[in-house]
């Protein structure tokens, strides 16, 4: 059974980077046709599509994000991650990993990580 | 972007009845139209995609319809445990987008 595992600092102060790590288990990124992405939700609101990246690399970001958000990926330690630089309060959320359904972007979330929270605080 | 309408916000309905909620698109999104649950504390899960295809495992009292712009969610007999928010989600563009959720209460 494919699962994922959010990891990473549940604080970060402000205008500095925000760095998650999605480790994937039960199957491998480097073998597999899908793409995979983050998701965020901040407190009490609704889901915010941050971006997602293929094996190879090839990405693709949300453009509300865009000059702020990298997302890498390691095959080697079956992971992906994601850093989000000069973070604000606004950043505070629930953070996602997941994969989609098949080989594009444009596809539905089909596996969920648990999600962890991520506060932006001084 | 393309932004996504849902309707009602919140509901409150009885076990056993028939609930349904819907989604519009800003555009045309064909068929990429996806519903989500969320139930409290948890990631969402998918239950339907392509606007009518039931995701496996996902019980067959749900269902989804539409194309184009307007899309339905529907509960055909509501059991305790669909207590959740449910969000539709278009994947024809990017960048995606969801609605802002729609809240279903067990009365």
């Known amino acids: 059974q494919l699962q994922l595992q959010e990891s990473g600092p549940g604080l970060v102060k402000p205008s500095e980077t925000l760095s998650l790590t999605c480790h994937v288990s039960?199957?491998?990124?480097?073998?597999?046709?899908?793409?995979w992405g983050w998701i965020r939700q901040p407190p009490g609101e609704g889901l915010e599509w941050i971006g997602s990246?293929?094996?190879?690399?090839?990405?693709h970001y949300n453009p509300s994000l865009k000059s702020r958000v990298t997302i890498s990926v390691d095959t080697f330690k079956n992971q992906f991650s994601l850093r989000l630089n000069s973070v604000t309060a606004a950043d505070t959320a629930l953070y996602y990993c997941?994969?989609?359904?098949?080989?594009?972007?444009?596809?539905?979330?089909?596996?969920w990580g648990q999600g962890t929270l991520v506060t932006v605080s001084s | 972007d393309i932004q996504m309408t849902q309707s009602p916000s919140s509901l409150s309905a009885s076990v056993g009845d028939r609930v349904t909620i819907t989604c519009q698109a800003s555009?045309?999104?064909?068929?990429?139209l996806n519903w989500y649950q969320q139930k409290s504390g948890k990631a969402p899960k998918l239950l339907i995609y392509?606007?009518?295809n039931l995701e496996i495992g996902v019980p067959s009292r749900f269902s989804g319809s539409g194309s184009g712009t307007d899309f339905t969610f529907t509960i055909s007999r509501l059991q305790p445990e669909d207590t959740a928010i449910y969000y539709c989600q278009q994947n024809n563009n990017l960048p995606i987008t969801f609605g802002q959720g729609t809240r279903l209460e067990i009365k």
């Open positions: 990246i293929y094996n190879t690399g090839n990405t």
């Open positions: 555009q045309d999104i064909r068929n990429y």
């Open positions: 392509d606007a009518s």
């Open positions: 039960g199957g491998s990124i480097s073998s597999s046709h899908y793409y």
């Open positions: 997941a994969r989609h359904q098949d080989v594009v972007a444009t596809t539905p979330f089909d596996y």
